[in-house]
């Protein structure tokens, strides 16, 4: 199956969506919010959002292959500001999210059923689990249906993957900063 550029963006720009709404409304996620969580991919290859899309006028500065994708870009940029308490988060915001374009890749969910259900097969039971690079947490969560008792800690340095992974995983320990400052 191919990279849907366009679908991945808009799947990611609606669970942001839901990640704000649930920090503003001090909730958790419904499980049709969680379903949509679970879909957010991050914006490895999606290297438009690094494009400005504050207004019309930026338009120059897009190829024509990826024009389409500019109104999305401008409501991803409009969604992260209204949602900032000021400018300088803003920027943290929008600042994790381009540093993340060349290396948020997810593993697919089926390596991740194969690594877990071959260690079941094996007899290993994990007590603890680490993910250094959690993203949306696909790992925790397969991992955690086949060992329910074990233990898991979850860092994701991207701040909206983080904030995306906490309301996925409120159950876990979950840090948003890089493994590398433990």
Known sequence: MAYNKKAHLHTNIKAIKIAFTLDREKRNATDAERVLLQQYSGFGGIKCVLNP?????????????????????????RVIRENSKDEQEYKRYYGSLKNSVLTAFYTPP?????????????GVTPARFLDPSAGNGAFAENFKTSFPTMETVCFEKDLLTGKILSHLRPEDKVHIRGFEEI
């Open 53 to 77: 899309a504050q207004n019309e006028l930026d338009k120059a500065y897009w190829t024509k292959s990826e024009m389409d994708m500019f109104p999305m870009v401008a409501d991803l940029h």
């Open 110 to 122: 089926e390596i991740i059923k194969t690594i877990s259900d071959t260690l079941n097969e094996n």
